[in-house]
């Protein structure tokens, strides 16, 4: 099945520690995506990345950081600077070039700060 | 100027009944309005979307209305039914940016 897989579903974290999320997608997709979803502020993008090696911040990228070295895969890593990191993360592709501009979503890691 | 905005916040419907979402822009450089859904727990996925090339679509009972002289575009749902209760997000893209702006979501309950 193609799809975007995120990993974990749900991760914990003390204070002052770095903690990264996976995401993998099999869909062929140039660009992928990193969101946080909070409740009531609808989704607010972290970074993107349009090809691999080369990533762009998004409107709230401070206390995050990305790498692009494979096509399928995007992790984000929450760092220690995030002064508020307790939310819910998606991951997201798209194909980049004609066609349909539908972004691919995957099913979400929720981290929590203990 | 990048802002989309989606209103109600919530809305609570009765089986049956018809679910009208709101959003309106800025930018008229958006070419691409899609709708997600999103289920508790879960990833948004894509429920219908419209190009300002036309001002109305529809597959099954949702509809999209667009209205280009007053940017603003909607989500119907006819004959809303307990499962379509959900979060409901609408969005805008330009195209060769391959970004959205998304709207901050309503929170749709269907009674039975």
């Known amino acids: 099945d193609g799809g975007i897989t995120q990993s974990p579903k749900y991760l914990f974290r003390k204070e002052g520690q770095n903690v990264t999320l996976s995401c993998e997608q099999n869909l062929n997709h140039d660009a992928m995506y990193w969101y946080r979803q909070d409740p009531g502020q609808g989704l607010r993008l972290i970074y993107y990345?349009?090809?691999?090696?080369?990533?762009q911040k998004g409107d709230i990228a401070e206390g995050y950081s990305v790498s692009r070295e494979k096509k399928e895969s995007f992790p984000l890593t929450v760092t220690s600077a995030q002064k508020n990191p307790t939310a819910f993360y998606l991951c997201?592709?798209?194909?980049?070039?004609?066609?349909?501009?539908?972004?691919?979503f995957g099913p979400g890691t929720r981290l929590t700060v203990l | 100027q990048q802002q989309v905005k989606q209103s109600p916040q919530s809305l609570i419907v009765q089986k049956g009944g018809i679910s009208i979402i709101n959003c309106a822009y800025e930018?008229?450089?958006?070419?691409?309005f899609p709708w997600y859904q999103q289920f508790p727990g879960k990833g948004p996925a894509l429920l219908i979307a419209?190009?300002?090339?036309?001002s109305e679509k529809k597959e099954g009972r949702f509809t999209i209305s667009f209205n280009k002289s007053a940017k603003q575009f909607s989500l119907h749902i006819m004959d809303s039914q307990p499962g379509d209760s959900a979060t409901y997000f609408c969005?805008?893209?330009?195209?060769?940016?391959?970004?959205?702006?998304f709207g901050t979501g309503t929170r749709l309950k269907v009674l039975a």
């Open positions: 930018n008229t450089a958006f070419d691409y």
């Open positions: 990345s349009q090809i691999v090696n080369d990533f």
């Open positions: 419209i190009r300002p090339d036309v």
């Open positions: 997201a592709s798209t194909q980049v070039g004609e066609g349909s501009h539908e972004q691919f």
């Open positions: 969005a805008a893209s330009t195209s060769g940016t391959y970004k959205y702006i």
